[in-house]
């Protein structure tokens, strides 16, 4: 079983705060439309984060996986994010 490495754990974690410091600054010092911000803010979500993710993916290696296990935590957190939705009054036209 593969462990998770410290420093590229370390240097993700870094990157991602540096990127939302970075954000935080442009946002501030740039003065951005909110309008602009929000259409920004869609594009990156809906577009440009699933690309990145099937890009990902593509280039995965998936021959050190096991997939049953794989399977499992898929379906099983699938299940969860589903039975959480149960009982949520939007879900039925509610208020």
Avoid at 3 to 22: D, H, Q, R, Y
Avoid at 44 to 70: E, K
Avoid at 75 to 81: N, Q
Wanted: proline share 3%.
């Amino acid at each position: 079983m593969g462990s998770v490495e410290l420093p590229s754990l370390g240097a993700g974690l870094l990157t991602m705060f540096v990127l939302i410091g970075v954000g935080a600054v442009l946002r501030t010092r740039l003065r951005f439309l909110d309008a602009f911000l929000e259409d920004l803010e869609r594009l990156v979500y809906w577009i440009l984060l699933p690309a990145l993710l099937v890009f990902g993916l593509a280039g995965a290696d998936f021959a050190d996986i096991a997939m049953v296990r794989f399977a499992a935590a898929l379906v099983g957190s699938s299940l969860v994010g589903c039975g959480a939705r149960v009982g949520d009054p939007t879900l039925v036209g509610g208020s």
